[in-house]
């Protein structure tokens, strides 16, 4: 019985596509006669649905189906009177001239073609508005949403990624608080006056949440297809931006992660710099570079770091490639790569986020984002009074404790203004 059951409900299934093709075959003024032929063959299909005894197998779809045949048999009839009153279309004219006794007759004989068998009179039927569409032109939409595109996410991309563990709810470390240095020379048979120490801090972060949310009625999720992939690209997205500015910028109080620049040194005159006249960009961030690899300077036992990210805001990177000298003449920073995109070898990365006229140089391995759960989105249809609007709730989540920089690393970066750094590195002539 239920094998049954799933024919009858397949053949209601190709009856209602068969209808719906129908239709728009209609609406497109379609060929009478291939119309006609192809409502012949739902009907005959639609006998199928109804037993021996005349009885309907499945009342509630033969009910519809049959109301929308009715009404296509309307039409169809409409349609015919319209094409007759519309007469013959050019080609069918031609082709029937072509096929008529009369024209072969006097296509045997040269005097027949002479006196006119090519010849013959074409009807043309006036065209007005109301033949197409039923008098309503109708503008073609083009799927989806024009919209602006996301900007990237550089700090993301380019930090370490930890996963915090089930049954965590921060990330902890160790980190190097004090060191004595006391080796010494000393005679032989003789002990050190005072040995070596070192003093340790434990460190944590908290984990935190971001989230997001829209609310879209059920019914646009069911009239629109593009509808949903709107609010996931609305929702997809809108976390990660939040979660790039809090990396590269949070202030690290309350709910708020700590960024990069909260970690970064600031920029100074690095130890064996020489400072320059006429400092442009491109002496800053050779500058910025050097104060990187010369790491903590207080302690000399202590190597510094291999920086590998240049960070400018877009603006900032036009304008020294623009760089020009006193006569107009651009001036190309003997360090910055002929295309601009690396200085000494470093690479430049272009980034909306930083501010303009601002910089950030660093060794971005040094840095790790850890997270605790992924961005996961969700629907959800039971919230406040949504029922009763018919509302669905649409939610994004996303659990990290944000981004650690222990304390030995964070001279691994060095964030500045390159108006302030210009005055730290300028030679001043005597």
Request: aromatic share 6%; net charge negative.
């Amino acid at each position: 019985m239920a094998k049954e059951e799933k024919t009858v409900e397949q053949m209601a299934e190709e009856i209602n596509t068969s209808i719906e093709g129908l239709k728009k075959s209609i609406n497109d003024k379609a060929d009478l006669s291939k119309l006609e032929e192809r409502f012949e063959a739902i009907t005959t299909k639609l006998d199928k649905l109804v037993d021996k005894d005349g009885k309907p197998i499945v009342p509630e779809a033969i009910g519809k189906q049959q109301e929308q045949l009715d009404e296509i048999s309307t039409q169809l009839k409409q349609l015919g009177e319209l094409q007759k009153t519309k007469g013959e279309s050019i080609s069918d004219q031609v082709l029937k001239h072509l096929q008529s006794e009369d024209f072969k007759t006097k296509m045997k004989t040269p005097a027949g073609v002479r006196n006119g068998a090519l010849d013959f009179e074409v009807k043309v039927a006036n065209i007005d508005t109301a033949d197409i569409n039923s008098g309503t032109i109708e503008a073609q939409v083009e799927p989806g949403v024009s919209a602006a595109p996301w900007r990237n996410t550089p700090i993301w991309d380019r930090v370490n990624k930890g996963i915090i563990g089930q049954g965590r709810d921060a990330i902890s470390w160790w980190e190097e608080t004090t060191r004595t240095d006391s080796a010494v020379m000393v005679a032989e048979e003789a002990a050190p006056a005072t040995g070596s120490a070192k003093t340790w801090t434990k460190q944590s972060m908290n984990i935190m949440r971001m989230a997001d949310f829209t609310k879209v009625s059920r019914e646009a999720l069911e009239d629109f297809e593009y509808i949903n992939s709107e609010i996931q690209d609305l929702i997809s997205n809108g976390i990660p931006r939040k979660r790039e500015t809090e990396l590269l910028s949070g202030v690290g109080t309350t709910t708020y992660l700590k960024g990069i620049t909260q970690y970064a040194k600031a920029f100074a005159l690095p130890a064996n710099f020489d400072k320059v006249p006429n400092a442009n960009d491109g002496d800053v961030l050779a500058a910025a570079l050097l104060q990187v690899m010369n790491g903590y300077t207080s302690d000399t036992n202590k190597k510094g770091f291999l920086p590998n990210t240049i960070m400018l805001n877009p603006g900032s990177a036009v304008n020294m490639r623009l760089l020009k000298n006193a006569n107009y003449s651009y001036v190309h920073h003997p360090l910055l790569a002929p295309d601009g995109r690396s200085l000494n070898g470093v690479q430049i990365i272009e980034n909306l986020d930083m501010t303009a006229g601002t910089f950030l140089v660093g060794d971005f391995s040094r840095a790790k984002a850890y997270v605790k759960r992924n961005m996961s989105i969700g629907f959800h249809y039971e919230n406040e009074d949504d029922v009763l609007n018919d509302l669905v709730l649409v939610l994004a989540t996303m659990r990290l404790a944000g981004l650690k920089v222990t304390a030995a690393d964070a001279y691994a970066f060095v964030y500045g203004t390159f108006s302030t750094a210009k005055a730290l590195i300028e030679a001043v002539a005597a």
